[in-house]
């Protein structure tokens, strides 16, 4: 069994910047993708970015340049680190280990002055 739980969302102005932080139990973090997702209001849950167990990195053209996906696998960590922030950012954030369906509770960003 395997549980992401997420943190490092809340309230950011436009332009702003958050971390997002997601941290998963057991010994199989290392060996899999993972990605980010997220769900805005009335919307369906979107891709954003994904990191395999390599390093290598995607990104959903929306956050190009603003957002990067990076991975400890020391810690069993995975980030999104998030600059340049806009309103239509706001969603819930969840991260997905890959080819499973393990899931993380999610965690709300809200991007508003």
């Known amino acids: 069994q395997v549980q992401l739980v997420e943190s490092g969302g809340g309230l950011v102005q436009p332009g702003g910047s958050l971390r997002l932080s997601c941290a998963a139990s057991?010994?199989?973090?290392?060996?899999?993708?993972m990605g980010w997702y997220r769900q805005a209001p009335g919307k369906p849950r979107e891709w954003v970015a994904t990191?395999?167990?390599?390093?290598?990195?995607n990104y959903e053209d929306f956050v190009k340049g603003r957002f990067t996906i990076s991975r400890d696998n020391a810690k069993n960590t995975v980030y999104l680190q998030m600059n340049s922030l806009k309103p239509e950012d706001t969603a819930v954030y969840y991260c997905?280990?890959?080819?499973?369906?393990?899931w993380g509770q999610g965690t709300q960003v809200t991007v508003s002055s």
């Open positions: 057991g010994n199989i973090f290392s060996t899999n993708a």
């Open positions: 997905k280990m890959l080819f499973t369906n393990y």
């Open positions: 990191i395999t167990r390599e390093g290598t990195t």
